[in-house]
């Protein structure tokens, strides 16, 4: 009965982390928009006729759909209309959203951020990336480390060997005590030898059971994987995870992947000598007050922290912008009081 109740603890231990690490596939899997605006075009002046709303898995290759702002991109596609800028966080671990106009790729689970596109799907179904992503998941949670093969290796050896030597302890204990080599008062009273050779016996099973050689390693390798991607870390399979304790130096890309993924203020130069500090920090925090780039959180956030500096808290008043335009990929301008706020880049 213990053996039997260690065996099946090991297999209930497997089974909660398989369910458990589901959880990181499942949350990928949740990236994908469920549904989406499909657009019927006149076939000969390309003008938009009828905008229809479909479930994601109906989406066909060459399909014009309809991303609006703050949307997911359904599939992976081109964009055939607008300008817009896309978060691909989930993919590439940027921080800062990417300008898309047409002609430019975008990719399924990513999100739009600001602007209306239009896109022509160009993989659907198991061909996106989201879909490779998952797919890659799985493979790498099922696939045997190399040391689980040297397991099951010794697990093949090992398991008969035991049988053998747990009936040699077996028949060797039986025929002492038929032989009367053990004292009778050895043997429990209502026994016998047959039962009391199995008291010796069994024990050789239980003690050497090889049940942690068969679950430890493969449970190793699925909790692993399952956290590297709950952490937005693809580990392609046992073989990688088993390697990865060899590793003596790192090379990162690019410098997204060593900061925090949240832009932040560090530095700032005035230049015009007619807007004093305090002016120029109310002026552009007001404008970026209702913005939801993340450029324009981190200067909200940094000209709040200077307002405050020295200030009692309601003194810190920001005005709400009006005649706000927002220019994807180049920047923002608006109205605040009187005075006319552009914020951008040098493009």
Known sequence: ???ITFIM???LLSFAAKGKNADAITKLLALQADAVVLLMLDDRTGEVMEEKEIDVNLVKKGDILKIMSGEQIPTDGEIVFGATSIDQSMLTGEAVPVAKSVGDEVIGGTINKEGTIHMKATRVGAETALACIVNLVE??????????AIADMISRIFV??????????FALWLILTLAGVVPSDWVPGGSNAFFFACLFGIPVIVIACPCSLALATPTAVMVGTGVGARNGILIKGGVALELAHKVSAVLFDKTGTLTSGRPSVTDFRLFAETVDEDEFFRLIGSAESGSEHPLGKAIHDFTKERLSEGAEEDAIRLETPHDFVAAPGKGMSCSVGERRVLIGNRL
Request: aromatic share 4%.
């Open 9 to 11: 603890f090991g297999r």
């Open 1 to 3: 009965m213990l053996l």
């Open 139 to 148: 493979e790498a949670q099922n696939e045997k480390a190399p040391i689980q």
């Open 160 to 169: 008969p060997v035991i049988l053998c030597l747990s009936g040699l302890t």
